[in-house]
Every structure is written in C-alpha cells, then in structure tokens.
C-alpha cells in the first residue's frame, strides 16, 4: 500500500481527508497550518483538518513554513511514496517535490489550465461559467502548472453559491484522489501536459470586492452575490446603512433611474437597477446586527427614513 503525506487546511481538505480514511486508506502523517483565533471571541482554534485528524488518531504536524529545513528533516523520516495537498495553503518548494518517490499531487478545484490560482471556484461562479470540476495534477515549482493526472467535470447549479459548490467538489475530489491512489498501486500514472495559451488565473479574493458594482450587468451582480458566500458576502447601501445580501433574481425595472436606484412598494419587493437597464429583485438580506431574511420580513420591520 502506498504511504503517502497530506498537507490541507479548511474544511474542503478535512472532507477529502475523511472521505480517505473511510475508505481505510489513511496518511502517515498530516500537515496543517497552526491554530488560530477565530470567531468574536478570538478563541485559539486548530485547522479543520487538525481537527478530523486527531478524531482518527492520525500524526498531526503543525508549520507556519513547511518548507523550513527541521520541517523537511521530519517529513523525510517517513520516506513517503507521495504527498497529497488539498489546500494547505503554503507553496511547496524544490526540496519537498522531489522527497516523495512518485512525486507531489496536488487537488485543484478548476478544470485546468483554467483558474489557476488561490479562488477559482469563486472566479468561475463570478464569471458565469456553467461547469467546473476538480484536477489532480503533479506540482512543479510553477503554480498549478503541473502535468494533469487525472480531471472530472461538474455543472454548476444555476443558484448554487460557492459554498455549496465547494461541498460537491469536496466529495467528487475525495473519489477522484482515491481513484489515483488505485492507478498509482498498478504503477499507471499517465500526464498530460497543460496548454499554456489556455490558462487563465483566479486572483484571491478581496473584502474590497464585497461592494456590489451597480455599473456592472445585472447577471454578473447575481453571480457576484452567489460567488461571495460564505465570505467576504455581497453588501450594498441603503439609506446609509450597509445591507448584506445572500439571494436576489434578475428583473426588468418598472421606472427610469441610474446604476444603484432603489424601486420597491415597501411590501413585497425592493429592485435595484443595474447598468444595463435591469434590475435584481433582492431576495434574502441581512442588516447589520440583525437576523438574515427573506425581503418580504425584511420590509416588514425596516423603518424606512422620514421625508421632510
């Protein structure tokens, strides 16, 4: 059987890892990222992966650097067939690709060459692409630019946040490193060569972007919304007060306005234009401090600014 090193950290990573040893194909060894604080109270908090590991009794290794000399030496100890990285965010250098004897693999959530990068589920939504998919290629010291080993394909839900898109990714991401795993014991390894002239990148996301555009496209706005959640989450302002929103549908607009002009009988419905002349019917918002609801609640109980 293979030995194999797995480096990962959120909870995509801990899926995938727990999906291994369900199929009883554990690591020798797990890599994180060290706890940190999180939440309102700052709580110290172990990775998500540390986390599923130490339920399953697995040996957890801690690093800020992984590519630290003492780190390296102890990776070496245990003479691993490959190592497996599901985002761990940290990038491999020359001294621990060429440790394993088979090589590094890591598990991308893009169908490369395209959305290279640190968010390419989030780019892809962003962007209106109706597939995606998981790839698991062999890391060379340029990003995501290895051979691929093995790729699989997914359509995009048509209201499906990045969340939820990063769940199914999760589960067909654990069967497609599982299915390696069984071409690697039968020394079947073929790679493909990725087309440079194809590759796009998928640029990290910023707070900044949560500001909804209201110059773009109404559809892109929809996309945007879907593609920030969990985080950073769609915002907008109205009437001086930042709004969060998690669900809105294109409309056509009943009146004239710019980008950003508010319509709503202060009822059932509240659309805002957009720059091509639609408008987004705004769904489920979120005020700050305040529950997350449907737009029917939320006009119920928002107080309105008086007119003088």
Known sequence: M???????????????????????FPPVLVVTQPAKPKGRGHHITASEVEQYARTQ??????????????????????????????????????GILK????????????????????????????????????????????????DIFLQRTLTIGREETSGELLHRLAELGGELIWEAFKKMEQHSIPLIPQ???SATYAAKLEKSEADIQWAWPAQK????IR?????????????GETLRIFKAQVVSTLGK???????????SYLFVRCGDGQALS??????????????????KGYRWPSID
């Open 227 to 239: 593609a920030f959640q969990p985080w950073p989450i769609a915002q907008m302002q109205l009437n």
């Open 257 to 267: 306005g710019s980008p950003g002009a508010v319509e709503t009988d202060r009822k």
């Open 282 to 299: 705004l769904l489920e918002v979120q005020q700050e401090g305040r529950k997350r609801l449907n737009i029917q609640d939320f006009l």
């Open 195 to 197: 087309d440079e002239v």
């Open 99 to 146: 440790l394993p004897t088979q090589g590094c693999f890591n598990l991308h959530a893009s169908l490369l060459p395209k959305y290279r990068g640190a968010a390419p589920v989030q780019r892809a939504i962003l962007n209106g692409e109706r597939e995606t998919g998981v790839t698991l290629q062999k890391m060379v010291k340029k990003l995501d630019a290895g």
């Open 221 to 224: 706005i929809e996309n945007a």
């Open 2 to 24: 293979l030995k194999y090193i797995y480096m990962g950290t959120p909870g995509i990573a801990a899926r995938i890892l727990e999906l291994l040893c369900e199929k009883e």
């Open 57 to 94: 009794d697995l040996t957890v290794l801690e690093t800020l650097d992984v590519n630290a000399p003492p780190t390296v030496d102890v990776l070496k100890t245990y003479q691993p067939d490959l190592i497996v990285v599901v985002a761990f965010g940290q990038i491999l250098k020359e």
